[in-house]
Nanobody, 123 residues
Framework: QVQLVESGGGLVQAGGSLRLSCAAS????????MGWFRQAPGKEREFVTA????????VYADSVKERFTISRDNAKNTVYLQMNSLKPEDTAVYYC????????????????WGQGTQVTVSS
């Protein structure tokens, strides 16, 4: 039983930065690997990044590597997505998701999802 709530989305100019947060309920948060996905209008859900329960060896989609950074603070039951050098192509609804123990890049493997937060990057 995990509930996730994203925040931090908004409108930003190309080249700017945003930090998304995902607050989780449940006392077993540290047992879940956490991922960020995004979905633009008319497109399929896309993997962005994920981090293991240990906090090590994060995985990034090629499209965001070296620009986005995922991190987690298990003491605060929170995972973050720092987004730098944003591009208009990053515009999407961003979703936080949790999968028990083992990290995955496949959205179909995730057990819990947040409601999403809109990120819009203007040119």
């Amino acid at each position: 039983q995990v509930q996730l709530v994203e925040s931090g989305g908004g409108l930003v100019q190309a080249g700017g930065s945003l930090r998304l947060s995902c607050a989780a309920s449940g006392r077993t948060f540290s047992r879940y690997s956490m991922g960020w996905f995004r979905q633009a209008p008319g497109k399929e859900r896309e993997f962005v990044t994920a981090i293991a329960w240990s906090g090590g060896n994060p995985v990034y989609a090629d499209s965001v590597k070296e620009r986005f950074t995922i991190s987690r603070d298990n003491a605060k039951n929170t995972v973050y997505l720092q987004m730098n050098s944003l591009k208009p192509e990053d515009t999407a609804v961003y979703y936080c998701a949790a999968v028990f123990l083992r990290l995955s890049t496949d959205y179909r493997q995730y057990d819990y999802w947040g409601q999403g937060t809109q990120v819009t990057v203007s040119s």
